[in-house]
């Protein structure tokens, strides 16, 4: 099929792409964490259109994207905790799962009785949502298993002639995908997926409610993770990743014995580029600039097809630090070595 690509989209290529999910199409569209890919999310057809586009297993359910947390009530069955969150954080970085009431197809959510919910800040993402009238399911933009897209291009890269349209926003505020909580009967909260609403910021909305971040969890062999995209290898490079701990310089060392091996590359500190050669690609601000960039790096590492190992930083495991620690490990399908 072919793909309409709106660059820079003005107010009236919002509106064709909103008449292209009312009538059940797939639109790619920017968000403030990263670009999703969307549909009607009251239209099992058009849910299973996402499916077929990124190459995604059905049991893995979709988010789906709403204009204010107010109309929550339309599609799930909310409470006060839901309310607390949404005063704070909605629009923003904040998916929170809930009973589903009758409305939402089981294609939307891979069969389960609870459905995840987000309302994005992104401009556009909040536009679409509202002329088109529906919610929007749209899990990210990426061909299954690959990192979620953070600019135009990556989707253009992955799915150019596979969806109706691509609305180009420019880069991602965040660059990772969003936080994930469920509120459990227990009246406790579970993180299911770290992201730019940090556990520090819950902690601190919540003082009296118990936070249980369960998003680190190995997924075990035969048994059914939490969130079920956990069981799939993500955001999976070509090379192998290790994440290196311990003291910095004497990872820096590490680091510079294999900067000579053509097939080794580095994630690392801007400050260290130039000790590390031309494989080092790098992020610059500290933590925010590595969720910022870090979907981008594991997109041009694989673009450099001599490179068969990468050894990153291990980032400090504070604020979003957590969230970006988070995809690296899945990155590194669990590679973890202390330096010492
Ligand atoms: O920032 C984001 O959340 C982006 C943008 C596009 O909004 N979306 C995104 O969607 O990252 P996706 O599909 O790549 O990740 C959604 C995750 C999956 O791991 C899925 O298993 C989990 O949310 N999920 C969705 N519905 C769920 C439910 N009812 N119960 C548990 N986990 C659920
Ligand atoms: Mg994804």
Known sequence: ??????????????????????????????????????????????????YAAKGRPSDNPLIIHLASPDDVSKYCEKNELFDI?????????????????????????????SVAVRVPSDRIANKLIKYSGVPIAAPSANLSGKPSPT?????????NGRIDAILCGGRCMIGLESTIVRPESDGSL??????GITIEMLGALLPDTEINDISFSKPEEGKAPPAPGMKYRHYAPNAKVTILSGEREKVLSFMKEKKNDTDVGFICKKEWSGLLGENALTYSDGMNGMAHELFAILRRFDEMKQIKYIYANMP???GIGRAVFNRLIKAAGFDLREID
Do not use: N, W
């Not at 009312?22 to 670009?35: I, M, R």
């Open 1 to 50: 099929m072919e793909t309409k690509i709106f660059k820079d989209p003005c107010e009236q290529d919002i509106m064709i792409a909103a008449d292209i999910i009312k009538s059940g199409g797939t639109v790619a569209f920017p968000t403030e964490t990263v670009y999703g890919l969307g549909a009607d999310a009251l239209d099992a057809s058009a849910a299973k259109k996402i």
């Open 85 to 113: 969150l949404a005063s704070a954080f909605m629009p923003g970085p904040l998916t929170v799962i809930l009973p589903k009431k009758e409305i939402i197809p089981y294609e939307v959510t891979g069969g389960l009785e």
């Open 151 to 159: 600019c135009p291009e990556h989707v253009i890269a992955d799915l």
């Open 190 to 195: 579970s993180v299911l997926r770290p992201g």
């Open 316 to 318: 400090e495991e504070i």
